[in-house]
């Protein structure tokens, strides 16, 4: 349940960035060029990320990956709330790709730990239509959240929910992935 509820809020992270971020670097006035950029910063980050952490959560273990990326991506929420520059909502994606590497590929790892492998399969299903499921809340919720009171007011309230899953995975969830003896 600590990596279902934590994969729904990454993903979250992710659906209100598709949805708010172009309207959000729109409102300040950005060229579309400049939009797109942006735009492509967070998940070009994560993308090579995660090439590296999915390793290195095989050698450092899971949780802590998971506990370190939810609340880097709270922080990165927070700094693209608070950012009124390009180089500042560069910075703010850079590090919410970061953050976002650290737990996509690790959490996925840590179901496979813990699923035998004759229901592996069933519980990676139900890890991913929570983790998915995070992509309709996160629009959904930006959107009411910036129709009520502002795109920026958005932007924060993911940046909240990212630190309260970071509480969460904190305390409920233990570490999944044992290293043998001598590694």
């Not at 939810?70 to 919410?96: K, R, Y």
């Not at 813990?114 to 991913?128: D, F, K, N």
């Amino acid at each position: 349940s600590s990596a279902s509820q934590a994969g729904l809020v990454n993903n979250l992270n992710f659906g209100l960035s598709w949805g708010l971020f172009p309207l959000l670097f729109a409102g300040a006035g950005l060229p579309v060029d400049r939009i797109g950029l942006l735009f492509a910063i967070y998940p070009a980050v994560w993308g090579v990320g995660q090439l590296f952490t999915g390793a290195l959560s095989d050698r450092w273990g899971r949780k802590h990956l998971i506990t370190g990326g939810m609340p880097l991506q709270g922080t990165a929420m927070a700094l693209i709330a608070l950012a009124d520059s390009f180089a500042g909502w560069a910075f703010g994606a850079a590090v919410l790709g970061a953050g976002t590497a650290m737990v996509y590929p690790t959490l996925l790892a840590a179901i496979g730990d813990v699923a035998h492998p004759q229901w592996r399969g069933r519980a990676v299903g139900v890890y991913r239509v929570w983790r998915d499921l995070g992509y309709a809340v996160g629009a959904v919720m930006g959107g009411v959240v910036a129709d009520l009171w502002s795109l920026r007011a958005a932007v924060w309230v993911a940046a909240g929910i990212s630190l309260v899953s970071a509480l969460v995975v904190a305390v409920r969830m233990y570490e999944t992935h044992h290293r043998p003896a001598g590694l």
